[in-house]
């Protein structure tokens, strides 16, 4: 099929563009290079050494014959562009992951508030409209986030995307509905995925679009079988305090000799799936779409769930890394439980990687191997929640302890 | 208190800033003046002749002497100029009357989708963002709909914004949780109004922000005994198909002798308020604020529920005019009931104008005073909510039958 990968040159975007170019499909990616732009914002980069989007795309025609064409267009600000685009292109779908994906980034000032919320609410919606526009059945798959969820749900295992409850009704029985699942977003970033899904309800119902909703827990790993091809096609590694996930900087943490810093105390449990997956669940996506009238098809996409300190003590076994705790800046349970039904997926066939599987490649493979790269100085997660957060933290803080080695330990 | 009305020029924001100031608080409007902007874009006018805001406010304060200053402002394009303003007024309130408005205004096209889409979500946003970076303690009443539950709940009556659940439990009882009433907008601008309601739980919960949000019912009724007190202040009436409301499209086609034109089967159920009721319930929600800590406060603000068949035979009854039936261009329920809880208001000593006692006036003192300038062209509504129903409707299909009486009958 053809396919327009939105936000293709981002972390999860170029191996999925890879994935389906070498499965057979038509690949085009979208991008406007924004996430490069904010690492120059931000001075930092990623581990691994990325091309520029031309010699990725010269590589994996060289290594494959395939060709995955490229085209810089801004979904949220130049909806003359979009609409042209798929109206030239005219693809069988869309995966979308043109949107700001940090949540300490979209937490760092009311700029970097704004900017997430404009630009991800403005790229959905402006998706949706350019879809309707063009009169193209376009099957959109879009990156959501376990975050949308919240945490903590009594025990109970959180279902794809829906609820079945129960309401209370004063003259009989209780009414059932199925509703969708309540959110309880913990940043401006995961406040714009729960605005996503209101706008990607609205559009299925009135005009019958069809939309595929991932909500994807935190990815790990860095490269896929496409991306090892050829160095040219590394993927990203972000470490730093904005863009690095909780599994990057421990093992940054690690290769540098640095102890590993936990956010508060660590009770917090997460999901997670290994990037090769997040390519696969992709495909598995675009293979199963709902048809027009259904309504949004909501999977969740992840393979395991873990607390952070269980997770930083996978990485300490690894590595000989210590642990340390240091002051949470988020504002967020500190203690919760987490289980989430991944049933779709499964019933495809997948077999997840799972951490005690994987997570070897990733210390040796790109820590040890890079490692030499890292700056030091990015790997602090900075960004605060509150006003509270801002006058209460001690002064210095930051997640890497003052007086910790300074030599690298690779 | 001293309070920023934002949309302080438009049909809800201009008496609610004289009623606010007439009571005493300090009020100062702000406003970019889209509504004027629109009128001029779809060659549509009030029906009353408003005067300029530099007259209004010469008028107000000539009549009373009291005070309203003005500022133009465009919360959604200048987040500066928003900053600067809350930090030099420092107000102990914000009503923020400041969206797009208009359902078949926000259905026209993918242009106007996403004007109200950016527009709306921006201006929210900025808002909630600004008042955190200005580190001050604003009480926002924010003018949401009763549009965002939708509309029919198996005969249960809607409570005001949240609603008690029982989650089935594999392993047990149900769990009992309060969630946010499941939202089912009827287009993109209710849509907006239903992402509106995510940013302030969000910003309620992580920063404490104080917010009110008044789901409200179709407003009727044009003048307030403030806006009476002199020509120069009377309030808008919009009659075209795009911000013309149900009850003024029925007065004007009743003055110019025109059949009231009912969309579909007239079935359909919405609830109603009196703009001199707007006013009164904004101050009331001024005066009740929630404290810092709080729930997002929300209230039902409608006085009466009524099919929109019988608000037509009510027009009928006092006007003598005939009623058609012409074919529904939005997509929606042809039959619902609406049972909608208004208990808050009501406690605070509420007695709300319902439309017996209250239509009359408005027969007499705009549709006859004013019907003379009446643009019969602009009555139709002619935005259409799916491509289904552009296919599908007859041509020149309209709500003013071809051959009704010219004759204007005043």
Known sequence: MKVLVLGGDGFCGWPTALHLSDRGDEVVVVDNLSRRAIDQELGAESLTPIATVSDRLTAWHEVTGKEIRFRNVDL???????????????????????EQRSAPYSMKDSGHKRYTVDNNVNATHNLLAAIVESGLDIHVVHLGTMGVYGYGTAGMEIPEGYLDILIPHPDGDPVAQEIL????????????????????????????????????G???GTNTPETKRDDRLVNRFDYDGDYGTVLNRFLMQAAVGYPLTIHGTGGQTRAFIHIVDTTKCVAMALDNPPVPGDRVKIINQQAETLRVRDLAHKVAELTGAEVAYVPDPRKEDQENDLLVSHATFLSYGWQPITLDTGLMMEVTEIARRYGDRCDLSKIPARSLWTKEQRAGVPAGYEDVPEGAPATVRV
């Open 76 to 98: 949220a600000q130049d909806y003359a562009g979009l609409l042209a685009l798929l109206e030239s292109e005219r693809p069988d779908a869309v995966v979308h992951f043109a």
């Open 181 to 216: 699942y309540p959110t309880h977003p913990g940043s401006v970033y995961h406040m714009t995925k729960t605005l996503d899904q209101l706008l990607f309800a609205y559009y299925v119902k009135n005009d019958r679009l069809r939309v595929t909703d991932l909500h994807q």
């Open 218 to 220: 935190i990815v790990w």
